[in-house]
């Protein structure tokens, strides 16, 4: 498959890489190592647009086509090395806003749309809970239908967001079907009695993407936030992991892309026996490993997203494209790490950095054993899992 960009495409991610470079760089490692959530830079990249960028012209947006978007978060993220912050954003924009593009009514859209597009309201994915970490669709959220709406009542683990959420998409088991619980999903402001977020939890890395828990005590949801149909809560979750599984994964591509350019540019200066070590094979060949990833990654990524485009089922795609791009992105880390020697072991190189962040990316939106599973069923294997991880 031949992905041929437009001048217009091609200069748009040029411009997000300028964007991420030059407004967003600052501050990095100061933030990672103190966890610090950067609100200042959630807000340029609101008054750059980010958030809105899927948001249809009807509806006051740009309605930038998906692939192009999956190009303008590739070229954020080769810009930015704050994968933390992007990665927050990125659940923003093309997860929270885009299934309420897609399952939202117009009064939905009309009351969450334009502060979710600008930014001054965060939103989050609450699907995960303690107790159902990658057998996701167990869920012990309730849904208890009342006069006027539902009471929901549960906890959710592991949110994105969480700790500064303002809107949560959240889902839980309305019993209206008995197809897998009857499953639905909620529009959950989190100014509503009886929600409860937890604080940040320090974690290993993505330190600027606040993550914690959220608690639902009998929380009073009205019957207009409810997204999709009741007891069809399965396909806005499909749905929602597919796009979220292929635009982090366009994250993980142009942070790759930095990575490998980086350390070539090491590698060609610094000196060992008496020239560059990238004239040493065992160094070359690493960088060229770290090239193969990434190349062989962007198909995967590119294939993905071209089928979301075209309106096709795309969960084995996605499978396929963030199980190769997760495991390529902690090995190529580790490349990045070696090739930089004692240097890259340093906090101020923001190689060990990557590292820490690459290693998120085989647990969160679906364990690697997840997506194996995931594709082995499309290959008509049915494999059972054998381990259970959080999400």
């Given at each position: 498959?031949?992905?041929?960009?437009?001048?217009?495409?091609?200069?748009?991610?040029?411009?997000?890489?300028?964007?991420?470079?030059?407004?967003?760089?600052?501050?990095?490692?100061?933030?990672?190592?103190?966890?610090?959530?950067?609100?200042?830079?959630?807000?340029?990249?609101?008054?750059?647009?980010?958030?809105?960028l899927?948001?249809?012209?009807?509806?006051?947006?740009?309605?930038?086509?998906?692939?192009?978007?999956?190009?303008?978060?590739?070229?954020?993220?080769?810009?930015?090395?704050?994968?933390?912050?992007?990665?927050s954003?990125s659940?923003?924009?093309?997860?929270?806003?885009?299934?309420?593009?897609?399952?939202?009514?117009?009064?939905?859209?009309?009351?969450?749309?334009?502060?979710?597009?600008?930014?001054?309201?965060?939103?989050?994915?609450?699907?995960?809970?303690?107790?159902?970490?990658?057998?996701?669709?167990?869920?012990?959220?309730?849904?208890?239908?009342?006069?006027?709406?539902?009471?929901?009542?549960?906890?959710?683990?592991?949110?994105?967001?969480?700790?500064?959420?303002?809107?949560?998409l959240?889902?839980?088991?309305?019993?209206?079907?008995?197809?897998?619980?009857g499953?639905?999903?909620?529009l959950?402001?989190?100014?509503r009695?009886?929600?409860?977020?937890?604080?940040?939890?320090?974690?290993?890395?993505?330190?600027?993407?606040?993550?914690?828990?959220?608690?639902?005590?009998?929380?009073?949801?009205?019957?207009?936030?409810?997204?999709?149909?009741?007891?069809r809560?399965?396909?806005?979750?499909?749905?929602?992991?597919?796009?979220?599984?292929?635009?982090?994964?366009?994250?993980?591509?142009?942070?790759?892309?930095?990575?490998?350019?980086?350390?070539?540019?090491?590698?060609?200066?610094?000196?060992?026996?008496?020239?560059?070590?990238?004239?040493?094979?065992?160094?070359?060949?690493?960088?060229?490993?770290?090239?193969?990833?990434?190349?062989?990654?962007?198909?995967?990524?590119?294939?993905?997203?071209?089928?979301?485009?075209?309106?096709?089922?795309?969960?084995?795609?996605?499978?396929?494209?963030?199980?190769?791009?997760?495991?390529?992105?902690?090995?190529s880390?580790?490349?990045?790490?070696?090739?930089?020697?004692?240097?890259?072991?340093?906090?101020?190189?923001?190689?060990?950095?990557?590292?820490?962040?690459?290693?998120?990316?085989?647990?969160?939106?679906?364990?690697?054993?997840?997506?194996?599973?995931?594709?082995?069923?499309?290959?008509?294997?049915?494999?059972?899992?054998?381990?259970?991880?959080?999400?």
């Amino acid at each position: 498959m031949e992905f041929g960009w437009s001048e217009e495409q091609s200069a748009l991610r040029e411009q997000a890489v300028r964007f991420g470079r030059e407004m967003l760089d600052g501050g990095v490692l100061e933030d990672d190592l103190s966890g610090r959530f950067p609100a200042e830079k959630w807000r340029l990249l609101a008054d750059w647009g980010y958030f809105g960028l899927a948001v249809p012209e009807e509806l006051g947006g740009p309605g930038l086509d998906p692939m192009t978007g999956l190009l303008v978060t590739e070229g954020l993220a080769e810009g930015c090395q704050d994968f933390g912050l992007l990665f927050s954003a990125s659940v923003q924009a093309w997860v929270v806003i885009g299934a309420l593009l897609r399952f939202g009514t117009e009064d939905q859209l009309d009351r969450h749309l334009p502060g979710l597009a600008d930014g001054t309201t965060v939103g989050a994915l609450a699907i995960t809970e303690p107790d159902c970490g990658s057998d996701a669709l167990s869920l012990r959220t309730t849904a208890r239908e009342v006069h006027g709406g539902w009471l929901l009542r549960g906890r959710k683990a592991y949110v994105t967001n969480a700790p500064i959420a303002d809107l949560v998409l959240c889902f839980a088991s309305s019993g209206a079907t008995q197809l897998l619980g009857g499953m639905s999903a909620f529009l959950v402001e989190t100014s509503r009695e009886g929600v409860h977020r937890g604080s940040v939890e320090p974690k290993m890395g993505l330190r600027t993407s606040p993550l914690g828990e959220l608690g639902l005590d009998d929380v009073f949801v009205p019957t207009g936030e409810l997204l999709g149909k009741l007891g069809r809560g399965v396909a806005v979750f499909h749905d929602a992991m597919a796009w979220e599984r292929t635009w982090l994964t366009a994250l993980q591509v142009g942070t790759l892309q930095r990575q490998l350019d980086e350390t070539r540019a090491y590698a060609c200066e610094r000196r060992a026996f008496g020239i560059p070590i990238a004239g040493h094979q065992s160094v070359a060949h690493r960088i060229v490993d770290m090239h193969l990833r990434l190349e062989c990654g962007r198909l995967l990524v590119y294939r993905a997203a071209a089928a979301i485009a075209a309106g096709r089922p795309a969960g084995t795609e996605a499978a396929l494209a963030k199980l190769w791009m997760s495991e390529s992105a902690l090995a190529s880390s580790l490349d990045s790490l070696q090739v930089h020697g004692g240097n890259g072991y340093l906090s101020c190189s923001g190689v060990e950095r990557q590292v820490r962040d690459a290693a998120g990316g085989q647990i969160y939106s679906g364990t690697s054993e997840m997506m194996r599973n995931l594709v082995a069923d499309s290959l008509g294997l049915h494999a059972r899992p054998t381990t259970v991880a959080v999400e």
